[in-house]
C-alpha cells in the first residue's frame, strides 16, 4: 500500500492557504442531504461536530459518557499555545512549529505542524468569542504563562482548568446546534464496530448503554474523536473511561495504526499509593514554571524535606539542562526523574517521587499570586495526599498521560479508509514522539473548528456515495460479531475480574513499554500479552447481563481490545531501533543518556494493517520529508 | 395587556411574592406605628383610628391592595410550595443539610400559614368588630362608658390566652421577616460580597425588633393593668 | 501515614426506572486511608463479583473532580460531608473506623434512577441547550484582545464557569431545585461582554426549560452553595434573578422575544 500523506505542494507556510483556495465545496443545499456520524465529544469531536452542522450537515453525535460535555479533555489543566506573541517575547507562527516539530523529536509530518501552528491564532480568537473565561491582566488583555519545551509565554490558561473552559466552549457550540436541529445527540452509546460499505467508512455499531441494546447507525462520513489509549497501563491519568475500541475496531477494519508506542509519560503527576490504586493525577506541568524539581543529594535520604539543606539538595534538571532547566519537554523530565529514583535518590514511602518545590515561588510571589494560577491544583493535591503544598513540598513522579499514536490520517485528517476521519488524540498526526505541554488543546480544537470542516467538503463533494441504510448486510454482520462476543464475555464466567486482568497488562506495559525499553523486554512482551490475552479469554468473570446497563461488562470489552492492541505497541516498539522522544530504547542512547534518533533509517511513520487475528501486520512506512527543517540532535542543554 | 402571574416562570413567581411580600413587610411596620398609639392613651389612640377612618376611599384603596397583596403572596407562594414538593420524588432515606438553612427558613411556609389564620382572626377581633358596646367597655375606667377600640384591645388582652397567642404569632411573624427581608434582596438580585452579611443581619434584627415590638403591646396592657391601671 | 478501616454501608440498589429500589447492607473491610471513596466501592464491588452478585452501579469517569460524573448522597449529603469535594475526591481519611454510611442516589423527580445510584441528568443538557452559549459561528472571530474585559469580570466569570455540572446542587435543595446550576452559566456569560448581546433572551430561555423539566424554585436556603464541589456562590443566583427581572421588564415594555421555546424531553 502506498502511503499518501496529501500534502499539498507549495512553500510550506502557503500549504494550508493554498489547499482551502483550491477545495472543492458543497453547495447548501446539498449538505443537508449528508449525515456525518461523530463519534466523542472532546474538544476535537465536539467542534468537529458544532462546525459541520453550522455548515448545514446532518450530525449525529456519540459519547460514552451522559453527557458531552464530560468527555475528558475536560480534564486538561495548564492551558493551551497560540502563536499570539502577546507578550513581544519573539514567538512566531514559525517558532510555535519548530518548537512542536522539534519537541516531537522529528518524528510528526512537517506540514500538518506548520498547519497546527497557523491556526493556533484563530482558537484563541474563537474561544474568546465563546465566551472562555481565560485569565486575564489588569489592563483587561489575555494573560500568558510558559510551558515545557518554548523559550517564549504562549500559553493562554484559565487557572489549572483550562481544558474544562475550552470544552464547555465546545460543548456549548455543540449544545446550540441540538437545539437548532441540526445536531441530534446520542449519550452513553459505545461504539463497538465501524461500518465499511465498498471500501468507504459509512456507519457505524454501538451498544446503548442503559438498555444494552446493539445500535446501527448510517452516514456518509464518520468521524472518530474518541481520544487516546493511556488507560492501557491500566493506571494512567485518562478518565476510566478512556479507551482503544473505537479506533481498534476501525483498525481491524482496515484503517492503519501508526506510530502506536509513542506514549507520552508525563512527569508531574501524584506518585502512585497503593494497589487498590484506580487512577492516577496529573499535576499541570504548568507549575514547573515557578517549582523546582529536586532530590536528596544523599541516597535514601529519609530526612523530611524541611530538613533537608539547600546544599544538600540535587535541582537535577537545571543541573542538567541548565537553559531550559525545570521546564525541559515532557519526555526528558520524566526519564530525568526515572533515573534519579533508579538510582535511589527517590524520596516518600515509595522512594519512587521526586518533589516539586514551590518554597521560593511562595517568596518571591506571595500566596495570593500562586493560588491564582494554580489554586485548584493545590486543593487537588491535599485532598488525594493529605499534605498541603503551602508547607511542604508536592511529591510527584511520572504517569502514562498522552498518546502520540493512533490511526494514520492524510493531512486531510482522513485515514487510508475513505470516508473515515480521525481527530485530535485518537489520530497520529501532529506531534511526534513527544507531545508538548499546551498542544494537545490546540491540536484537538484546531481539528475540529478549522480543518475537518474543510477537508470534510473535499471529500463528500467528491464522491458519488450510494445510499446506505442501518438494514444492510454489513450492519448485520457487525451486529452479529458484537452480540457474539458480548454473549462469549459473559459466558466464561472465570474466577479473575477485569480489572485484576488489567492491572496484569499495565504492569507488564509500565515496565517493559514504559519510559524505558529494551529488545529482551520487548520480545517478552510479545510472548505474555497472548497469554495473559488466552488466560482473559478463558478465565474472566464479567457479572450481569447483556441487556442491561452492565458497566463489568463494558469494562470487559474494553480490556479485551487493550490486550490484542497492547500487542501491537509492543511489536511497534520493538521494531522502531531508535530512541526518539518518549520512545526510549536503551541500547540507543549518547554516552550522557540521552535519547540517540536514528535519521537514516527511522525518519519515518510506521503504520501498521492488521492482517488477522493472530497474524502478524503488515508494516508500511510513511517517509517523513522535512523541507524546511533540518533534523537536528534535540538539545536543551 | 393581559398579565396572568401564574404562568410566570418559578423565578418570576417568586419575585412577585417578593414584591408583595415588601408591601405586607411596609404595614407591618406602619401598623406597628399605629400600635404604639396605645401608650398615649384612649384618646390619642382613638384618635389615629378615627383619623384614618377618615380617609374614606383612601383608606379602602389602601385595603384592597393589602387583599391583593396577600392573596396573590399566599397563592403563588403556595403553588411553589406544591411544585417544590413534587420536585423531591422518591425522599431520602437520610438527608442533613450542611448548615446554610435554618429553622426559620424551613419554616417559612408553615409560619407564614399560621400568621395568614392568626390575620384572619386579628381582623374578626378588631377590625371589623363593633367599636362599641360592652367589650370597648373597661369596668370602672370612663365612668363605665364604652372607650372605642382602645377599650376593645384592652379588655381583649386581659385574657391570659389572647396574649399568648398574640405573642405567638408575632413572633412567628417575626420569625417569617427575619427569612423574608433577606429573602426578597436575594430574590430581586441585590446579593454583594460585602454587604449581604450585614443585609441578613439587619434582616433578622428587624425581625426580632417586631416580634418585640408588637409583643410590647399585651405585654404593656398586662403591666398597666395590674398596676398603676388604665389611668384615664 | 496510611491506616485502614472498616465500614459498613447501606447502599440503594435498584435494577432500572420502573423496578422498586431497596437497601442492601455491605460490609467494606481493611480499607485504605488513602484510598478514594470510589475505590472504596471499587474493593466492595470486586467482592460482589467474585461473589457472583451484581457489583453497585455509579457513575465515575475522570476521578480528579472535574468530569461531573460520580455523585451520590452519602448519609444526608450530596458528595458526602466534605466541603467542596466531589466524591472522587473525598477520600476515606474522612471517615472512622466502624461508620456506617447511607449511600443514596440523587433523588429528584427530574432526575429518575437509571440503575442503583446512576440518574438521568440530561434534564441538565436540556437547559443549556435552551440557550446556555453565546450564539456564534466558528469563522473568522475578531481578534481576542479587540475587546478588554476587567479582570475582575473575566475572574467572576471564570468562577461561575467552573460548574461541572454534577446535579449535587440539585440532589442538596430541599425544594430540588437547579437555581444554582443554571445561575452559574447565566452568570459566567452576562459578565463578559461577548455575552451581552442575548442576554436577556438567555435567562428568559434557561428558566423556561428549568421550569419545564420540573425542577422546584429557589427559596434561598443556600444548601446547593454548601454541597456544590467547586464552591459556587448564590450571589449568582442573584444575579440570574437580577437578569431575569430586567428581561422581564423589557419584555413587557417592547415586546421582545415571544418565541420562545421549551424543548421536549427527547433531546
Known amino acids: 500500500m502506498m502511503l499518501d500523506s496529501k500534502v499539498p505542494a507549495g512553500p510550506l507556510a502557503e500549504k494550508w492557504s493554498r489547499y482551502k483556495a483550491e477545495v472543492r465545496l458543497v453547495s447548501p443545499a446539498n449538505k443537508r442531504k449528508y449525515t456525518i456520524l461523530v463519534v466523542g465529544t472532546g474538544l476535537a469531536g465536539a467542534s468537529a461536530a458544532a462546525t459541520l452542522a453550522e455548515l448545514g450537515y446532518n450530525v449525529q453525535v456519540f459519547c460514552i459518557q451522559d453527557s458531552p460535555r464530560r468527555a475528558h479533555s475536560i480534564a486538561a489543566q495548564g492551558g493551551i499555545n497560540a502563536a499570539k506573541n502577546y507578550q513581544n517575547d519573539g514567538d512566531s507562527v514559525y517558532r510555535l512549529f519548530y518548537d512542536t516539530i522539534k519537541g516531537g523529536d522529528f518524528r510528526a509530518r512537517e506540514a500538518n505542524v506548520y498547519r497546527l501552528a497557523e491556526l493556533s491564532c484563530n482558537i484563541i480568537d474563537q474561544c474568546v468569542a465563546q465566551g472562555v473565561p481565560f485569565a486575564r491582566e489588569y489592563g483587561g488583555l489575555l494573560d500568558n504563562r510558559s510551558f515545557g519545551g518554548a523559550q517564549v509565554s504562549r500559553t493562554f490558561y484559565a487557572r489549572g482548568q483550562t481544558g474544562q473552559q475550552l470544552l464547555l466552549g465546545a460543548y456549548g457550540a455543540l449544545m446550540k446546534e441540538v437545539n437548532s436541529g441540526q445536531v441530534k445527540m446520542f449519550p452513553r452509546r459505545e461504539m463497538l464496530d465501524l461500518i465499511v460499505v465498498n471500501g468507504k467508512a459509512r456507519g457505524i455499531v454501538c451498544r446503548n448503554l442503559i438498555t444494552g441494546a446493539l445500535e446501527s447507525y448510517a452516514g456518509h462520513a464518520v468521524v472518530l474523536a474518541t481520544g487516546g489509549y493511556s488507560n492501557v497501563f491500566y493506571l494512567s491519568t485518562n478518565a476510566k473511561a478512556s479507551n482503544v475500541t473505537a479506533i481498534w475496531r476501525a483498525y481491524k477494519r482496515g484503517a492503519l495504526m501508526a506510530n502506536p508506542c509513542f506514549t507520552q509519560i508525563h512527569p508531574t503527576c501524584i506518585p502512585v499509593h497503593g494497589d487498590y490504586q484506580s487512577k492516577l493525577t496529573l499535576m499541570s506541568e504548568s507549575l514547573r514554571n515557578d517549582g523546582r524539581i529536586w532530590v536528596p543529594k544523599k541516597k535514601g535520604d529519609s530526612r523530611p524535606p524541611s530538613e533537608i539543606p539547600e546544599e544538600e539538595r540535587d535541582y537535577y534538571l537545571e543541573r542538567r539542562y541548565p537553559s531550559y532547566g525545570n521546564l525541559v519537554p515532557r519526555d526528558v523530565a520524566s526519564r530525568a526523574a526515572k533515573a534519579v529514583c533508579d538510582a535511589g535518590y527517590g524520596v516518600g514511602p515509595t522512594k519512587m517521587a521526586v518533589y516539586l518545590d514551590l518554597r521560593d515561588a511562595f517568596e518571591r510571589l506571595g500566596r495570593q499570586t500562586l493560588d491564582d494560577l494554580y489554586g485548584n491544583l493545590f486543593a487537588i493535591y491535599e485532598k488525594i495526599v493529605g499534605e498541603s503544598p503551602y508547607s511542604t513540598p508536592m511529591m510527584i513522579y511520572p504517569a502514562p498521560h498522552y498518546t502520540m499514536g493512533g490511526l494514520w490520517v492524510n493531512y486531510e485528517l482522513m485515514s487510508n479508509l475513505p470516508g473515515l476521519f480521525v481527530l485530535g488524540e485518537a489520530n497520529f498526526s501532529d506531534h511526534g514522539a513527544n507531545r508538548l505541554g499546551a498542544s494537545a488543546l490546540m491540536q484537538g480544537l484546531a481539528d475540529g473548528y478549522f480543518i475537518v470542516p474543510y477537508t470534510m467538503g473535499n471529500y463528500l463533494a467528491s464522491q458519488s456515495l450510494e445510499p446506505v441504510t442501518p438494514d444492510r448486510e454489513e450492519f448485520r454482520q457487525a451486529t452479529l460479531l458484537a452480540e457474539e462476543r458480548t454473549k462469549k464475555l459473559l459466558s466464561i464466567k472465570g474466577k479473575k475480574t477485569v480489572d485484576e486482568f488489567h492491572r496484569e497488562l499495565g504492569l507488564l506495559l509500565w515496565d517493559y513499554c514504559g519510559m524505558a525499553r529494551n529488545r529482551t523486554g520487548l520480545e517478552m512482551l510479545l510472548k505474555k500479552i497472548p497469554e495473559l490475552r488466552a488466560a482473559f479469554w478463558e478465565n474472566v468473570l464479567v457479572p450481569g447481563e447483556a441487556e442491561t446497563l452492565n458497566q463489568s461488562l463494558e469494562k470487559a470489552g474494553r480490556v479485551a481490545d487493550f490486550l490484542e492492541f497492547a500487542e501491537l505497541m509492543a511489536r511497534d516498539a520493538l521494531h522502531r531501533e531508535e530512541s526518539c522522544g518518549c520512545h526510549f530504547r536503551e541500547e540507543y542512547q549518547t554516552p550522557d543518556g540521552e535519547a540517540q534518533r536514528n535519521d537514516a533509517e527511522y525518519a519515518y511513520v510506521a503504520a501498521w494493517e492488521y492482517q488477522g487475528d493472530d497474524v502478524a501486520p503488515q508494516l508500511h512506512k510513511e517517509p517523513l520529508v522535512f523541507e524546511e527543517v533540518h533534523p537536528a540532535a534535540r538539545s536543551y542543554k | ?232 | 501515614m496510611a491506616k485502614t478501616i472498616s465500614l459498613t454501608l447501606k447502599v440503594w440498589r435498584q435494577k432500572g426506572p420502573n423496578e422498586p429500589g431497596r437497601f442492601e447492607t455491605y460490609e467494606a473491610r481493611n480499607i485504605s486511608t488513602d484510598a478514594s471513596f470510589l475505590e472504596m466501592l471499587d474493593i466492595v464491588n470486586k467482592e460482589l463479583t467474585l461473589q457472583g452478585k451484581e457489583p453497585i452501579a455509579f457513575d465515575h469517569d475522570c476521578r480528579e473532580g472535574i468530569c461531573g460524573s460520580c455523585g451520590a448522597v452519602v448519609n444526608g449529603h450530596a458528595h458526602g460531608h466534605e466541603r467542596e469535594t466531589t466524591l472522587c475526591q473525598l477520600h476515606m481519611r474522612k471517615f472512622r473506623d466502624g461508620d456506617v454510611l447511607v449511600i443514596e442516589p440523587w433523588r429528584s423527580r427530574v432526575f429518575p434512577v437509571i440503575k442503583d445510584l446512576i440518574v438521568d441528568r440530561s434534564a441538565l443538557d436540556r437547559i443549556i441547550a435552551s440557550g446556555g452559549y453565546i450564539s456564534v459561528r466558528t469563522g473568522q472571530a475578531p481578534d481576542a484582545h479587540a475587546l478588554p474585559v476587567s479582570k475582575e469580570h473575566a475572574d467572576a466569570a471564570f468562577e461561575a464557569a467552573q460548574c461541572i455540572g454534577c446535579g449535587a446542587c440539585v440532589a442538596a435543595c430541599p425544594n430540588g431545585s437547579a437555581m444554582l446550576f443554571v445561575a452559574a452559566k447565566v452568570s459566567h456569560l452576562s459578565l463578559l461582554p461577548q455575552g451581552r448581546p442575548e442576554r436577556w433572551r438567555r435567562v428568559q430561555k434557561m428558566v423556561r426549560q428549568m421550569d419545564a423539566e420540573g425542577f422546584g424554585a429557589c427559596s434561598n436556603h443556600y444548601e446547593c452553595e454548601a454541597a456544590c464541589p467547586k464552591g459556587i456562590r448564590v450571589a449568582n443566583i442573584a444575579r440570574l434573578n437580577r437578569e431575569h427581572l430586567l428581561a422581564a421588564f423589557r419584555a413587557r415594555l417592547f415586546g421582545e422575544y415571544p418565541d420562545i421555546k421549551v424543548l421536549p424531553p427527547s433531546v
Not at chain 2, 418559578?10 to 415588601?22: D, F, M
Not at chain 2, 404604639?36 to 383612601?58: S, V
Not at chain 2, 396573590?72 to 437520610?94: D, K, M, Q, W
Open chain 2, 1 to 232: 395587556m393581559r398579565v396572568n402571574i401564574f404562568k410566570y416562570s418559578s423565578v418570576g413567581k417568586k419575585q412577585i411574592v417578593a414584591i408583595t411580600g415588601l408591601m405586607l413587610v411596609g404595614f407591618i411596620l406602619v401598623h406597628l406605628g399605629g400600635n404604639f398609639m396605645l401608650f398615649g392613651g384612649p384618646e390619642k389612640f382613638n384618635g389615629y383610628a378615627e383619623d384614618l377612618h377618615r380617609l374614606g376611599p383612601i383608606l379602602w384603596a389602601a385595603r384592597a391592595i393589602l387583599l391583593v397583596a396577600v392573596s396573590v403572596h399566599i397563592t403563588l407562594t403556595f403553588s411553589l410550595y406544591l411544585e417544590n414538593r413534587n420536585a423531591r420524588g422518591t425522599p431520602y432515606a437520610v438527608y442533613a443539610d450542611f448548615g446554610n438553612t435554618t429553622f426559620a427558613k424551613r419554616t417559612m411556609i408553615l409560619t407564614g400559614g399560621l400568621i395568614f389564620f392568626f390575620v384572619v382572626t386579628h381582623l374578626s377581633d378588631f377590625t371589623f368588630a363593633s367599636k362599641t358596646g360592652p367589650r370597648t367597655v373597661i369596668p370602672g375606667v370612663n365612668g363605665d362608658a364604652s372607650l372605642g377600640l382602645f377599650g376593645l384591645v384592652w379588655m381583649s388582652f386581659l385574657r391570659p390566652w389572647r396574649v399568648v397567642l398574640y405573642i405567638g404569632a408575632v413572633c412567628m411573624l417575626g420569625m417569617h421577616l427575619s427569612h423574608g427581608i433577606q429573602s426578597f434582596l436575594q430574590t430581586l438580585g441585590i446579593n454583594h460580597s460585602q454587604w449581604t452579611p450585614y443585609i441578613e443581619r439587619v434582616s433578622n434584627l428587624i425581625g426580632v425588633l417586631v416580634a418585640l415590638g408588637y409583643s410590647m403591646i399585651p405585654l404593656y396592657v398586662v403591666i398597666r393593668h395590674l398596676t398603676v391601671g388604665v389611668g384615664v
